[in-house]
């Protein structure tokens, strides 16, 4: 079985979608409308102006169930869609415990029965002013990218009503200075508290830690179906212990990134959709980012190109191999590959030998391994060498030297 963020990309499950009404497509039916509720999740008072303007975009048709577990946080948006629109939203308030994922696990259950599709959506506050403009950025990802533009959700019902195959549209990974989701790190050491809700679960799906979830923040659009097991084992709020908030045992950040497997489990496929407008501003962010993390890891990582890596991937099991059925290696080369190549044998508690030089540049020790000119030496008939040159034309010359000096023994680093 293969894991979801692999299904994700190999079947290209990523939308882009429009946040205006496409011309080209005629108007979604009423009748899905029906059978489609978005709840929300509400808890800070003074960021919610903040979502007003999203909460606006729902369709009238569509039902909204408001649920918070503070009675003025319920008076004040009835007070506010009385006076705006007339709006007619359900206001649900539960018990103080488990926050959004209660709401939408506990007080949601039985809600959600009568409906093909669902959103869910909550608030999000930063806790100090360094954090500002990243949850900044995460809000607009998790609303907007859930229910942008009336003609954005009317794209979202459609894509479940043309691919009865997709059970789950979440938004993209957040990115920000302070997330490393993006990069493949969202396990946040929660991985242990997934593998035993799954467990208990009983999910047919390939879970692992080397493959990062693929939901986050519980704000997503789903097919009921999709998610049934998981409304189905009966949570209640007292399963919820917020005390281990600041742990990653915390049962809600378990459940944030099951939804997928559940999906799995189920015969449905998860992807990620996002507005136009937000696709633009992601990739602009990360091209930059992805930059900076490239000049700054050059020195210790100098490979350049996703070639490059794959490569490296492919070459490094055999250059160990190497280093450990020689007892005495040797590097030939002290530029950037050569130590990258000495650091890789490091990890392996394998300290090369020396680097042998084709010329004497002075220096006679670079990361306190010795540094030998081939052209002082009379043999290397009996030494193990890794020529870690990148270009073909110096590898082949590096060879040329070797054999000249006796050695038959040796590995290129970058095989082609």
């Not at 995460?138 to 691919?163: C, H, M, P, R, T």
Request: include cysteine; glycine fraction near 6%.
């Amino acid at each position: 079985m293969e894991n979801v963020y692999d299904i994700r990309r190999d079947k290209n499950l990523l939308y882009i979608l429009p946040e205006r009404k496409n011309v080209d497509t005629g108007p979604l039916s009423r009748d899905v409308y029906r059978k489609t509720a978005v709840l929300v999740y509400l808890y800070y008072r003074d960021t919610l102006p903040e979502y007003y303007r999203y909460l606006e975009n729902i369709p009238p048709e569509v039902d909204v169930y408001l649920i918070s577990s503070r009675q003025d946080i319920l008076d004040s948006v009835r007070a506010h869609f009385c006076r705006s629109s007339g709006r007619k939203l359900c206001y649900i308030l539960k018990e103080n415990r488990g926050r959004d994922v209660s709401a939408l696990l506990v007080a949601g259950r039985d809600i959600i029965a009568g409906y093909a599709y669902v959103c869910f959506l909550h608030d999000k506050k930063e806790h100090s002013v360094e954090w500002k403009e990243d949850t900044r950025l995460w809000v607009e990802n998790l609303w907007g990218n859930q229910i942008g533009s009336a003609a954005y959700i009317d794209a979202v019902l459609g894509l479940f009503e043309k691919n009865k195959a997709l059970g789950i549209l979440a938004p993209p990974e957040p990115v920000g200075k302070h997330f490393n989701t993006w990069y493949g790190h969202g396990w946040y050491g929660s991985f242990g508290i997934t593998k035993r809700i799954a467990q208990e679960l009983k999910l047919n799906a390939d879970i692992r830690e080397d493959k990062p979830p693929i939901t986050y923040g519980t704000v997503l659009w789903f097919q009921c179906d999709a998610l049934r097991k998981l409304f189905g084992a009966g949570w209640q709020y007292s399963d919820f212990d917020d005390t281990k908030l600041d742990g990653g045992s915390y049962l809600s950040y378990g459940i944030e990134r099951i939804f997928a497997y559940v999906a799995q489990d189920a015969g449905y496929e998860t992807g990620t959709v996002m507005t136009a407008a937000y696709a633009a501003k992601q990739a602009n962010y990360l091209q930059y980012e992805a930059d900076r993390f490239r000049r700054e890891a050059e020195s210790f990582f100098p490979l350049h190109s996703l070639a490059d890596l794959e490569r490296f991937q492919k070459n490094k099991s055999g250059i160990l191999a190497f280093a450990q059925e020689n007892k005495r290696v040797c590097l030939y080369g002290a530029g950037k590959m050569g130590r990258l190549c000495a650091s890789l044998l490091r990890m392996e508690n394998i300290l090369p030998a020396c680097y042998l030089v084709s010329e004497e540049s002075g220096a006679s020790m670079v990361d306190c391994i010795p540094v030998v000119c081939v052209k002082n030496l009379d043999s290397l008939e009996d030494a193990a060498v890794v020529i870690t040159a990148y270009s073909c034309e110096v590898q082949e010359e590096m060879a040329s030297v070797l054999k000249q000096k006796g050695c038959q023994n040796y590995r290129k680093m970058w095989e082609y």
